[in-house]
């Protein structure tokens, strides 16, 4: 049985523990035959929390929620699940169309049409994701993480690469705009421009690393 920490520090170091061990998660199940589905999220929730906040870990919340410096209200969570539920269905639809662009993206050699639609496919459904788990909020605590994991998940499973949103100053207002801009015109287009950023960091910094570019 795990014991909860005992004060905000301990609390802190094992969120920070959890996010590492959720990030190695989502890297060994994108590269696994396994399924995704909208339960994949709660396995990706308990990863970050099971040993700094089991009561909550995987669990969808039981209680309203307000975000800070937000204008956007959850919903009651009595409709949780029945919303969690309801998406299931979308992104099950969305993941059906990306079947063939994992094969395409990891074997493709030359940037042609098809490659940069396969790209971009795979990059709005993962903004979508990221989205939807934001805008429901469906766990008591972490859902930013989550939801930038479960995008993470989506850009792995399908030939890319995992990335890190940047979140200080400017760019987390930026953020939170692109996620305010979905929620009020159902534009996704600032927040797949902040991947897409993180993609190109991330291959950067792939070819400093490995080939010394």
Same mark, same amino acid.
């Not at 995704?36 to 906040?53: G, M």
């Not at 859902?143 to 399908?158: F, K, P, Q, S, V």
């Not at 690469?161 to 979905?182: D, P, W």
């Given at each position: 049985?795990?014991?909860? %920490?005992?004060?905000?520090?301990?609390?802190? $170091?094992?969120?920070?523990?959890?996010?590492?061990?959720?990030?190695?998660?989502?890297?060994?199940?994108?590269?696994?035959? $396994?399924?995704?589905?909208?339960?994949?999220?709660?396995?990706? @929730?308990?990863?970050?929390?099971?040993?700094?906040? %089991?009561?909550?870990?995987?669990?969808?919340?039981?209680?309203?929620? /307000?975000?800070?410096?937000? $204008?956007?209200? %959850?919903? @009651?969570?009595?409709?949780?699940?029945? !919303?969690?539920? /309801?998406?299931?269905?979308?992104?099950?639809?969305?993941?059906? #169309?990306?079947?063939?662009?994992?094969?395409?993206?990891? #074997?493709?050699?030359? !940037?042609?049409?098809?490659?940069? !639609?396969?790209?971009?496919?795979?990059?709005?459904?993962?903004?979508?994701?990221?989205?939807?788990?934001?805008?429901? @909020?469906?766990? =008591?605590?972490?859902?930013?993480?989550?939801?930038?994991?479960?995008?993470?998940?989506?850009?792995? =499973?399908?030939?890319?690469?995992?990335?890190?949103? $940047?979140?200080?100053? /400017? *760019?987390?207002?930026?953020?939170?705009?692109?996620?305010? !801009?979905?929620?009020?015109?159902?534009?996704?287009?600032?927040? #797949?421009?902040?991947?897409?950023?993180?993609?190109?960091?991330?291959?950067?910094?792939?070819?400093?690393?490995?080939? *010394?570019?």
């Amino acid at each position: 049985m795990v014991v909860r %920490p005992q004060n905000e520090e301990e609390l802190q $170091k094992r969120e920070a523990i959890g996010v590492i061990r959720a990030s190695r998660f989502v890297r060994r199940y994108a590269g696994s035959h $396994k399924s995704i589905d909208i339960e994949t999220l709660s396995l990706v @929730h308990a990863e970050i929390f099971k040993e700094a906040w %089991p009561e909550i870990a995987g669990k969808y919340r039981d209680e309203n929620l /307000e975000i800070t410096d937000s $204008k956007h209200l %959850p919903p @009651h969570h009595s409709k949780v699940f029945e !919303q969690m539920s /309801e998406a299931s269905k979308e992104f099950s639809s969305k993941l059906n #169309k990306l079947e063939q662009v994992e094969g395409l993206l990891i #074997k493709a050699t030359v !940037q042609n049409d098809e490659m940069i !639609q396969a790209v971009d496919n795979v990059v709005d459904c993962a903004a979508w994701i990221h989205h939807l788990i934001t805008f429901i @909020h469906p766990f =008591r605590d972490g859902n930013g993480r989550t939801a930038r994991l479960a995008a993470n998940l989506i850009l792995e =499973r399908y030939g890319l690469i995992g990335i890190s949103i $940047k979140m200080e100053k /400017e *760019n987390k207002n930026r953020y939170r705009q692109a996620l305010a !801009q979905i929620d009020s015109v159902k534009d996704y287009e600032p927040l #797949k421009a902040i991947i897409y950023e993180g993609l190109i960091d991330r291959y950067n910094g792939v070819g400093v690393k490995y080939y *010394n570019a």
